[in-house]
Nanobody, 122 residues
Framework: QVQLVESGGGLAQAGGSLRLSCTASERAFSTTYMGWFRQAPGKEREFVSVINWSDGGTSYGESVKGRFTISRDYAANTVYLQMNSLKPEDTAVYYC???????????????WGQGTQVTVSS
């Protein structure tokens, strides 16, 4: 059973930056793709970004493209989400997730971290 542990959330001002980390207990075929999702109160969970462990291929949601960068440290089993030019609408609980296939649908991910709160003040 793969376990994902997130860290790095907190409070930032609009225009500021935060970096989230997600460390996996192991790499497995079932977690070939590592994604970041977010969920604001009263809203559905939203795709943020995804990365392929092996080749580093990435994809981003339209609302974060050009501001957020996903990366991975293969040796450390850790995926990062660098968030720049933060906006108040980025406020949400951010989750990392592991899945077998490339998908933007959170239903298709099998493993989830506990979530970390990101709050952006205006």
């Amino acid at each position: 059973q793969v376990q994902l542990v997130e860290s790095g959330g907190g409070l930032a001002q609009a225009g500021g930056s935060l970096r989230l980390s997600c460390t996996a207990s192991e790499r497995a075929f079932s977690t070939t793709y590592m994604g970041w999702f977010r969920q604001a109160p009263g809203k559905e969970r939203e795709f943020v970004s995804v990365i392929n462990w092996s080749d580093g291929g990435t994809s981003y949601g339209e609302s974060v493209k050009g501001r957020f960068t996903i990366s991975r440290d293969y040796a450390a089993n850790t995926v990062y989400l660098q968030m720049n030019s933060l906006k108040p609408e980025d406020t949400a609980v951010y989750y990392c997730a592991g899945g077998r296939y490339y998908t933007r649908d959170y239903h298709d991910y099998s493993y989830w971290g506990q979530g970390t709160q990101v709050t952006v003040s205006s």
